[in-house]
């Protein structure tokens, strides 16, 4: 019973997630300057269609970023599989430096 109403809760909010990117692909229309051209109207409807798409993909990463820190907590006082570089100084500088020289690039 628990398994169908999780899968209830998905197709819900996935329904959702479609409405509102349809919505915002309508917002996106007053987004844009008047037509000037014969070519704008195709272009608005492209821009239209790119912001719907990029709400839901936007919508299902946030979603899913928030179910997994809501569901997928370690239980307190859980260090049974804790970060394998925990305590080894020189993979935690590497990984320092890593990051430092990928942000500079």
Known sequence: MLKVLEYCL??????????ISHWMGQQAYTWMPPQATAEAQRVDHLFSFLVAVGTFIFLGMVGM???????????????????????????????L????????L
């Open 97 to 104: 430096n890593q990051w430092q020289t990928q942000t500079l």
């Open 10 to 19: 998905l197709v819900i909010l996935i329904a959702g997630a479609v409405v």
């Open 65 to 95: 970023m928030l179910y997994s820190a809501l569901f997928f907590r370690a239980k307190p006082d859980d260090y049974s599989e804790g970060h394998p570089a925990r305590g080894s100084a020189k993979l935690e500088c590497d990984r």
